[in-house]
């Protein structure tokens, strides 16, 4: 489904968190910098997002995403991921790998540092794999 056709739930410089009536939040990231109290917003308000749609799927769109900093990454393992924060025991998340190959390297080491936390994530290349994935998912 193309995202124009979604409900906007929030946007900011990080990027949109779009609601698909099929049941999943769209997590997409833009491109260039952003500031950590931007990222810890945008994420937040991904995890409102969830718990008002009592939800526990979302498509990380993270195509167009620069590379995460060390103290984003920290951040996210840290605080984010965890199943209080995301207030539920698991989330399955799609995650769309980005164009640029730092990024990319980022977005799997901070993956492979999550192992142990609230979201059993799988890497895409294609939306359309990815989106299938979510939907057959209960």
């Excluded at 698991?90 to 142990?116: C, E, I, N, W």
């Amino acid at each position: 489904m193309p995202y124009s056709t979604l409900r906007l739930y929030f946007e900011n410089a990080v990027g949109r968190l779009l609601e698909n009536p099929k049941g999943y939040l769209v997590v997409e990231y833009k491109a260039g910098s952003r500031k950590l109290s931007e990222l810890q917003a945008f994420l937040h308000h991904a995890s409102q997002a969830l718990a008002r749609n009592n939800w526990h799927k979302m498509l990380g769109d993270q195509r167009l995403m620069a590379l995460f900093t060390p103290e984003e990454s920290r951040w996210i393992t840290e605080y984010w991921l965890s199943a209080a924060q995301l207030r539920t025991d698991t989330v399955y998340g799609a995650v769309l790998l980005p164009h640029d190959v730092f990024a990319r390297l980022s977005v799997s080491q901070l993956m492979h540092d999550a192992k142990a936390s609230a979201m059993t994530y799988r890497l895409f290349e294609d939306l359309v794999a990815a989106e299938q994935w979510l939907e057959q998912l209960p």
